[in-house]
T-cell receptor, first 115, second 109 residues
Framework: DTAVSQTPKYLVTQMGNDKSIKCEQN?????MYWYKQDSKKFLKIMFS???????INETVPNRFSPKSPDKAHLNLHINSLELGDSAVYFC??????????????FGPGTRLLVL | QKEVEQNSGPLSVPEGAIASLNCTYS??????FFWYRQYSGKSPELIMF????GDKEDGRFTAQLNKASQYVSLLIRDSQPSDSATYLC?????????FGSGTRLLVRP
């Protein structure tokens, strides 16, 4: 049983396209996150949702729009893809809304390549 | 932006040796500290967390925290080739988890 799952695992697309990545967790956690890991392996938080409410919104271009239909799902839609969006995107979840006192469990990642 | 700094490595140790990984952080208000391991092409997985000054041991792993010096370390005893990975230090800051860029560890057979 996968705790945090993401689809797709790989995404290759052209500049200017719009794409979505989906995330689901079956851990019963209240908080979900999106992270971006660049080619230098630097892992940076983008968004965090707690019970479908946006609680963290880092300095991310507004081409990125997260959506949480329920607390088990957090999707990421990206408009007008750019070369610099190429990275691995990780979804994660945790129980504690502060995101600090409890372990964050990561999904397998979505490797996005923009050509 | 608050920072977490790690030496990128690679840190190369022989099998059976102790590997020592270090991390410094800038936010004095940080309360929780984590070490994640990330194998190439995989997602980060939690190794240890520590909240209080001092040492915390779990099997071959020991996390050390010194809040006055804003310093966290991870010791891996009896290092195995399977420990070869990138180790990410993460620190809470303003209800977010801030990651360092990771230290690559190579354990030579």
């Amino acid at each position: 049983d996968t705790a945090v799952s993401q689809t797709p695992k790989y995404l290759v697309t052209q500049m200017g396209n719009d794409k979505s990545i989906k995330c689901e967790q079956n851990l019963g956690h209240d908080t979900m996150y999106w992270y971006k890991q660049d080619s230098k392996k630097f892992l940076k938080i983008m968004f965090s949702y707690n019970n479908k409410e946006l609680i963290i919104n880092e300095t991310v271009p507004n081409r990125f729009s997260p959506k949480s239909p329920d607390k088990a799902h957090l999707n990421l839609h990206i408009n007008s893809l750019e070369l610099g969006d190429s990275a691995v995107y990780f979804c994660a979840s945790s129980q504690d809304p502060s995101g600090g006192q409890e372990t964050q469990y990561f999904g397998p990642g979505t490797r996005l390549l923009v050509l | 932006q608050k920072e977490v700094e790690q030496n990128s490595g690679p840190l190369s140790v022989p099998e059976g040796a102790i590997a020592s990984l270090n991390c410094t952080y800038s936010d004095r208000g940080s309360q929780s500290f984590f070490w994640y391991r990330q194998y190439s092409g995989k997602s980060p997985e939690l190794i240890m967390f520590i909240y209080s000054n001092g040492d915390k041991e779990d099997g071959r792993f020991t996390a050390q925290l010194n809040k006055a010096s804003q310093y966290v370390s991870l010791l891996i005893r009896d290092s195995q080739p399977s420990d070869s990975a990138t180790y990410l230090c993460a620190v809470t800051s303003s209800y977010k988890l801030i990651f360092g860029s990771g230290t690559r560890l190579l354990v030579r057979p």
